[in-house]
């Protein structure tokens, strides 16, 4: 079983080495899986990320050494329903991961600061956790425009209710918050997939044992975890 049994939105894959544009191991394009296009590039050699030069589980990610990033400011996603994805690995415990957003509110973003980890949710809504420079795996779903949920590891974090205002344009970056570098990510990632709906009790799950037996942090996994 794979993510392409379910129709996903964005599938940003760091093992599929067809996937990634470089040139002396800079990435200046990291090509979408999902088939919608939604490709993250960048055209300036010193904010480009590295490929083969680190691996999870033995196999290729992306490193961003705190000023690189990966954009797309033409990525359309329902901002009715979503779920989104990430695994990643944190070198030090400050900045953006990944960010899906409008103009100033970010939807999706792993925000890591100096003492914690937040998933940010749309209307500045946080749910976060310990900092940590372990690998992780982070899902997201927002249901509707009030219910915005978030798991480590396949366990529950926790919800926020407030409501969200429905937008249309979104932006995507991987490795900071914006194309200008803001609170950039210093860390590796090694996979990120998003659905424009939110995910049954039963996909999501699937999604999350897909990436921990391919990533090895299966055994991060709830005991109870299908």
């Given at each position: 079983?794979?993510?392409?049994?379910?129709?996903?939105?964005?599938?940003?894959?760091?093992?599929?080495?067809?996937?990634?544009?470089?040139?002396?191991?800079?990435?200046?394009?990291?090509?979408?899986?999902?088939?919608?296009?939604?490709?993250?590039?960048?055209?300036?050699?010193?904010?480009?990320?590295?490929?083969?030069?680190?691996?999870?589980?033995?196999?290729?990610?992306?490193?961003?050494?705190?000023?690189?990033?990966?954009?797309?400011?033409?990525?359309?996603?329902?901002?009715?329903?979503?779920?989104?994805?990430?695994?990643?690995?944190?070198?030090?415990?400050?900045g953006?991961?990944?960010?899906?957003?409008?103009?100033?509110?970010?939807?999706?973003?792993?925000?890591?600061?100096?003492?914690?980890?937040?998933?940010?949710?749309?209307?500045?809504?946080?749910?976060?956790?310990?900092?940590?420079?372990?690998?992780?795996?982070?899902?997201y779903?927002?249901?509707?425009?009030?219910?915005?949920?978030?798991?480590?590891n396949?366990?529950?974090?926790?919800?926020?209710?407030?409501?969200?205002?429905?937008?249309?344009?979104?932006?995507?970056?991987?490795?900071?918050?914006?194309?200008?570098?803001?609170?950039?990510?210093?860390?590796?990632?090694?996979?990120?997939?998003?659905?424009?709906?939110?995910?049954?009790?039963?996909?999501?799950?699937?999604?999350?044992?897909?990436?921990?037996?391919?990533?090895?942090?299966?055994a991060?996994?709830?005991?109870?975890?299908?």
């Amino acid at each position: 079983w794979t993510p392409a049994s379910i129709a996903t939105a964005l599938w940003l894959d760091a093992a599929d080495a067809s996937t990634i544009v470089e040139s002396s191991g800079l990435v200046s394009q990291w090509n979408d899986k999902s088939g919608n296009g939604h490709n993250v590039t960048q055209g300036t050699g010193s904010k480009q990320p590295t490929t083969g030069t680190r691996t999870l589980n033995g196999i290729n990610v992306i490193d961003c050494d705190g000023g690189d990033v990966l954009a797309n400011t033409s990525f359309s996603i329902s901002s009715l329903g979503m779920t989104t994805f990430v695994v990643f690995k944190a070198d030090v415990v400050s900045g953006r991961v990944f960010n899906i957003s409008r103009t100033t509110i970010a939807e999706g973003m792993i925000s890591q600061y100096t003492n914690a980890v937040g998933y940010r949710l749309p209307e500045a809504q946080v749910v976060s956790f310990p900092g940590t420079t372990d690998n992780l795996l982070v899902s997201y779903r927002k249901n509707g425009t009030a219910l915005q949920e978030a798991w480590l590891n396949g366990a529950y974090l926790g919800s926020n209710t407030a409501a969200v205002t429905t937008f249309t344009s979104q932006t995507l970056f991987v490795g900071a918050q914006d194309n200008t570098l803001t609170t950039p990510f210093d860390g590796c990632v090694a996979e990120i997939l998003a659905f424009s709906s939110a995910l049954s009790t039963d996909d999501r799950p699937k999604i999350e044992g897909y990436l921990a037996w391919k990533w090895n942090l299966q055994a991060n996994l709830p005991a109870a975890h299908p």
